[in-house]
T-cell receptor
Framework: DTGVSQNPRHKITKRGQNVTFRCDPI?????LYWYRQTLGQGPEFLTY????????KSRLLSDRFSAERPKGSFSTLEIQRTEQGDSAMYLC????????????FGNGTRLTVT | QQPVQSPQAVILREGEDAVINCSSS?????VHWYRQKHGEAPVFLMI?????EQKGHEKISASFNEKKQQSSLYLTASQLSYSGTYFC??????????????FGKGTRLSVIA
């Protein structure tokens, strides 16, 4: 078990640019989640996958955000035309997807939009 | 749908006890507890399912009161390593227990010598 890996750890970008983050889940896990966390807040759900199928997107997620999980392995989260309000820690988590399965979080990608 | 955690912050001396509460306005299927240290990822502590189970992890235990729609996390004889922010995550849709967790805003716990 090598854990959940996220890249890059930090990303600084200018407003209006596009950014893409990558998450490599624990290989045995079929569920993959993206959460966003800002200072002093709990993780906020963005979207999740069961294998390669994207099952749900948060209503808070604007159409500038898109996520993929080709072949049910790693996942990418892309933010187009970044805004300063997108600055946050983006956390990826994976699990077996049952009611008793805990989430295993990666160390996150910290995005700063200037 | 976001659960409400209380207190928002607490400071303890080593060896003291604390209770962190997590309340929901909706019926719960399960409650997860996680601890996050500064600059690190949240780490899983325990899951409680409806039925009032009490789980334990080291000197940390939790209860789940289905009727009151709340869970409590008990930290006994706290150690410096317990410092961090504690989050509860709830499954808000009742029966499936299999939908994305909704997290509270967290309780910041500081243990001092």
């Amino acid at each position: 078990d090598t854990g959940v890996s996220q890249n890059p750890r930090h990303k600084i970008t200018k407003r209006g640019q596009n950014v893409t983050f990558r998450c490599d889940p624990i290989s045995e896990h079929n569920r993959l989640y993206w959460y966003r966390q800002t200072l002093g807040q709990g993780p906020e759900f963005l979207t999740y996958f069961q294998n390669e199928a994207q099952l749900e997107k948060s209503r808070l997620l604007s159409d500038r955000f898109s996520a993929e999980r080709p072949k049910g392995s790693f996942s990418t989260l892309e933010i187009q035309r970044t805004e300063q309000g997108d600055s946050a820690m983006y956390l990826c988590a994976s699990s077996f997807g049952t009611a008793l399965s805990p989430l295993h979080f990666g160390n996150g990608t910290r995005l700063t939009v200037t | 749908q976001q659960p409400v955690q209380s207190p928002q912050a607490v400071i303890l001396r080593e060896g003291e006890d604390a209770v962190i509460n997590c309340s929901s306005s909706k019926a719960l299927y399960s409650v997860h507890w996680y601890r996050q240290k500064h600059g690190e990822a949240p780490v899983f502590l325990m899951i409680l399912l409806k039925g009032g189970e009490q789980k334990g992890h080291e000197k940390i235990s939790a209860s789940f009161n289905e009727k009151k729609q709340q869970s409590s996390l008990y930290l006994t004889a706290s150690q410096l390593s317990y410092s961090g922010t504690y989050f509860c995550g709830i499954n808000p849709r009742g029966n499936s227990g299999n939908t994305p967790l909704v997290f509270g805003k967290g309780t910041r716990l500081s243990v001092i010598a």
